[in-house]
């Protein structure tokens, strides 16, 4: 089992559709939870970064973390078309100072129909 | 804020030569650095801590000989591929942290 689960899609919704995109994790040491977005041959650009269970809402983003389930979640809102890319569910442990690397989900890919 | 660049973008050589990737936080210092290799349809994978003024840590199964990362200053991380092959063109990605992780645009290397 991976330590981080992700379903590569691709995930194709109508314009203005809300999405939801998900991971699953089995190591209960994670504490911190980010989710990116890739745009193709780029970088990966943070999204939303939170710390254990609960929800953070930015602008049309939303982030749950449901640590008993170890599940996350990134729910989109009012949707785009320029919010087509691959997103990234990431997650480290809070030991070591902090200076954990990143473990990342395989990444969804996502599109949105105009 | 929380600005990081890489240099250069992409890169093509050949077989048995070395290449060197900048990484650069632009406008806050890290400490801590890292360094990722993503290969097509593939997610990111750790290669490496790069911490400054001290000796890198390598994750399990990444050749340390092959793989040289210099953090020489709180701004500057360097990775160096050594005796490059095929097998390790990929996309190299650094990032730093400053409260998450920060990005930088990623360096493709091709080697023939």
């Known amino acids: 089992q991976k330590e981080v689960e992700q379903d590569p899609g691709p995930l194709s919704v109508p314009e203005g559709a809300i999405v939801s995109l998900n991971c699953t994790y089995s190591?209960?040491?994670?504490?911190?939870f980010m989710w990116y977005r890739q745009y193709s041959r780029k970088g990966p650009e943070l999204l939303m970064y939170?710390?254990?269970?609960g929800n953070k809402e930015d602008g049309r983003f939303t982030a749950q973390v449901d640590k008993s389930s170890k599940y996350i979640s990134l729910f989109i809102r009012d949707s785009q078309p320029s919010d087509s890319a691959t997103y990234l569910c990431?997650?480290?442990?809070?030991?070591?100072?902090?200076?954990?690397?990143?473990?990342f989900g395989k990444g969804t890919h996502l599109i949105i129909q105009p | 804020g929380a600005v990081v660049s890489q240099h250069p973008s992409w890169v093509i050589c050949k077989s048995g030569t070395s290449v060197k990737i900048e990484c650069r936080s632009l406008?806050?210092?890290?400490?801590?650095m890292f360094w990722y290799r993503q290969f097509p349809k593939q997610s990111l994978m750790l290669m490496a801590t790069?911490?400054?003024?001290?000796?890198?840590?390598?994750e399990q199964g990444v050749e340390k000989d092959k793989f040289l990362i210099n953090h020489a200053s709180l701004t500057l991380s360097t990775l160096t591929v050594t005796s490059a092959h095929p097998e390790d063109s990929s996309f190299y990605i650094c990032?730093?942290?400053?409260?998450?992780?920060?990005f930088g645009p990623g360096t493709r290397l091709t080697v023939l």
């Open positions: 939170t710390y254990s269970s």
């Open positions: 990032s730093a942290r400053h409260g998450g992780q920060y």
């Open positions: 406008d806050f210092q890290a400490t801590t």
């Open positions: 790069s911490n400054e003024g001290s000796k890198a840590t390598y």
């Open positions: 190591n209960s040491a994670f504490q911190y």
């Open positions: 990431a997650m480290r442990s809070g030991s070591g100072g902090g200076a954990d690397g990143l473990t």
